[in-house]
């Protein structure tokens, strides 16, 4: 059952209070997100909302693309599955796995095929998920096991839907052309409000002009970045977002940046209402995840829009003979105003799993020149 509002909503909040207060009455956004998102049993990934799913009337907040159909997973495993081979490994890791749908759609086509690896492990936080994981993965039970935490030392071929986008950021201003960092403080009534300090920090490109402007940085997803390049030895890691190259993230006209809310399939700006009760996102800088994974040693393999890399992966041919709403969901992975051009897949490896092999998502359209 999922969890009522109040019972959420108003401990949290007592929550980040108590934290603006430790921190001196100023709290980074970064870190208001995290306890908005993963603060356990209270954060929006930590209690037990619906969260995944087609309409409101299912108490879903959104759709992400296993959702809308299983020819996502079923199309990306033909990836996986080169992967594996080219790179000698016999192991899935899948960070974030949601409602456990893409691990399914993967492991329902590989075991398909033939090509089911030894053992799929879903790096995962949220208890409420794991539940709903492992009943959607029944099927595969003694192949599929559960952690909170990575390995010092890891192999295998690594998938990241939608996980970057969630992870914590920290929030930059330009205002009358000084450079401020944007948290959370608590106003004259207690209230949790914006509160602005000015900083040191500055977006990685220089933003041309003198008006206001609001983005966002991501350390969090570098870290992230180079973590897996500390501890991936062997393998591939996939990794799929909505987002952007560098120069088009901090575009002179990009002035409003790019964090969003969700919340029974509307979105909307102010991630302060409603805290623990809806999502909050920023869309994915793949140039500065590019650069940390790259300077931690892994190396590019691949990145281009989802439409591209499913097309390339034989969307196409695994869609023959879908249904009518089948075919109608395949489009809106690969249209262009839909998930097809504001998705894009990034590809990492190791060194020596990167030599004598070209990912198939990657055969026609690379844009690895454009990061």
Known sequence: MATEPESVASPLLA?????????????????????ALYEPGLGYYANDSAKFGHLPRDGSDFVTAPELTPLFGHTLARQVAQALAATGTDEVWEFGAGSGALARQVLDALTVQGQAPARYTIVDLSGSLRERQRANLAAHEGRVHWVDALPERMSGVVLGNEVLDAMPVQLLVRLAGVWHERGVARDA????????????????????????YLTEIHPQGEAFARTLADRLERGAAFLLDYGFPEAEYYHPQRAMGTLMCHRGHRSDGN????????DITAHVNFTGVALAAQDAGLDVIGYTSQGRFLLNCGLLERAHGADVRQNAMMQKLLNEHEMGELFKVLALAPAASAEGWVPLGFAAGDRSHRL
């Open 15 to 35: 929550r980040v209070a108590q934290a603006i207060e430790h921190a001196g009455g100023w709290l980074p956004f970064d870190r208001f997100m995290t306890l």
């Open 189 to 212: 009534e207690g209230r949790i409000a914006w509160s602005d300090r000015a900083t040191a920090l500055r977006p990685p490109l220089e933003v041309p002009g003198d008006h206001d």
């Open 271 to 278: 991630p302060l209402v409603d805290v623990g009760l809806k």
